[in-house]
């Protein structure tokens, strides 16, 4: 079955550590972007890519980075520099031109 | 950064009622879309609108894309307990950025059996 999938569910680091959160689609969707959830702010875009070893920054990329070596993968890495890491990360994917997309059941990452 | 207007924030209902919510912007978008969300997963699409004043129904929902192409609406009518979640509006710009989706705030609905 196709899909897209982001794992762990939860993640827990300590302040000034980086992680790395997986994001792994086989839809062979061209975009994959990233958003951030924190309560009452709906979704922001972090960072976003159309194709491979190319992304721009969405809103707030600020402390995060990312990369697309492959079409099937756009891991995002939540740097020490990130102010307030803690928040519900969200992948999604959408083929180009047109309104198919689907997210990932996202990754709940608690910074302590 | 862009980011849309959606009202209510919150709403908590009888069930059996209907309920309308809705979306603005400032810019204009070639396509709106409408998830639902349920607690702790990703938002699922819902209905997907292609042109201005376009009327499109899923079920018990209905949604309509606004004739100035800065707004939408959605209804659910003869709402349930399984309607409880969070309602995104998205607007998309299918042909531009990958097809980025501008999200708003949420409408967050209970039902109350």
């Known amino acids: 079955d196709g899909g897209i999938t982001q794992s762990p569910k939860y993640l827990f680091r300590k302040e000034g550590q980086n992680v790395t959160l997986s994001c792994e689609q086989n839809?062979?969707?061209?975009?994959m972007y990233w958003y951030r959830q924190d309560p009452g702010q709906g979704l922001r875009l972090i960072y976003y890519?159309?194709?491979?070893?190319?992304?721009q920054k969405g809103d707030i990329a600020e402390g995060y980075s990312v990369s697309r070596e492959k079409k099937e993968s756009f891991p995002l890495t939540v740097t020490s520099a990130q102010k307030n890491p803690t928040a519900f990360y969200l992948c999604?994917?959408?083929?180009?031109?047109?309104?198919?997309?689907?997210f990932g059941q996202g990754n709940r990452l608690t910074v302590v | 950064g862009q980011q849309l207007n959606q009202s209510p924030q919150s709403m908590f209902i009888q069930e059996g009622e209907d309920v309308s919510m809705n979306c603005t912007s400032s810019s204009i978008f070639n396509t709106w879309l409408w998830y639902k969300q349920d607690p702790g997963e990703g938002p699922v699409l819902l209905i997907a609108l292609y042109k201005a004043g376009e009327l499109t129904s899923n079920g018990r929902l209905t949604a309509q894309f606004g004739t100035t192409r800065k707004d939408s609406f959605l209804n659910i009518s003869a709402s349930i307990p399984s309607d409880v979640g969070i309602y995104f509006c998205?607007?998309?710009?299918?042909?531009?950025?990958?097809?980025?989706?501008?999200f708003g705030q949420g409408t967050e609905l209970s039902v109350k059996p």
């Open positions: 999604a994917s959408i083929r180009s031109r047109s309104t198919e997309s689907f």
């Open positions: 998205a607007g998309q710009l299918v042909y531009n950025q990958g097809g980025k989706l501008i």
């Open positions: 890519s159309q194709i491979v070893n190319d992304f």
């Open positions: 839809l062979n969707h061209d975009a």
